[in-house]
């Protein structure tokens, strides 16, 4: 099974503050994956990357950036952090062969007051 | 409209009961994962599918590209199985993922 990490697992943030989620894949893949969690939504695409220094946008950008700096390493980045930004968020990674099949992490829990 | 649509959102099974759930899609995919996440939130993979229909277990799964749907079917439902069910199917345009709302599993004894 493939292996991917999330850190922090829980985190409290305030408003306006710098958060980052920090994601690590052991099986080198290329693609990576950011995805949120809200209630009535399911799971909504925030970021994602084709392989080391590449990021593209997903269906729900704003408010994030993110940073690939290495084919293990996926960041999500919230510059400044908003309480509509509290929720799960997963990282998944994938081949990035044709049929992609995701593999994701145990999710981080982001409270921002 | 959405591109996937999952169904029913919830569910309420009795212990031994055989049900199923079921994704349309509004437009071709090239496959199917199924996932289900348990009371820690953890995402856990059931089937993925290119084509066809695999089994596990009291689990199956099909997957129609051309009929553009997927269905997991749960047989002899046990407490275990309560849980939130995602499916998720990749498209013909690139290696995005996009996820079904969910059916939220309740079985009781």
């Known amino acids: 099974e493939a292996a991917v990490t999330q850190s922090p697992r829980n985190k409290v943030a305030v408003t306006g503050g710098k958060v980052t989620l920090s994601c690590n894949q052991t099986n080198n893949h290329n693609n990576m994956y950011w995805y949120r969690q809200d209630t009535g939504h399911g799971l909504r695409l925030i970021h994602y990357?084709?392989?080391?220094?590449?990021?593209e946008k997903g269906d729900i950008p704003d408010g994030y950036k993110a940073s690939r700096p290495s084919q293990e390493n996926f960041s999500l980045i919230l510059e400044l952090a908003t309480p509509s930004q509290t929720s799960v968020y997963f990282c998944?990674?994938?081949?990035?062969?044709?049929?992609?099949?995701?593999?994701f992490g145990h999710g981080t829990k982001l409270s921002v007051l | 409209g959405m591109p996937v649509e999952q169904n029913p959102p919830a569910l309420s099974l009795y212990e031994g009961a055989d049900s199923g759930l079921r994704c349309n899609f509004s437009t071709t995919m090239k496959s199917v994962q199924w996932f289900q996440q348990n009371h820690r939130g953890r995402l856990i993979t059931l089937f993925y599918l290119a084509q066809g229909t695999k089994e596990n277990g009291r689990l199956k799964s099909t997957f129609n590209s051309k009929e553009r749907y997927s269905t997991l079917h749960i047989k002899d439902a046990q407490l275990e199985d309560s849980g939130t069910y995602f499916c998720a199917a990749g498209g013909t345009g690139g290696y995005k993922v996009v996820f079904g709302s969910g059916t939220r599993l309740l079985v009781s004894p």
């Open positions: 998944a990674s994938g081949a990035g062969i044709s049929n992609e099949r995701l593999f």
């Open positions: 990357s084709y392989g080391a220094g590449s990021t």
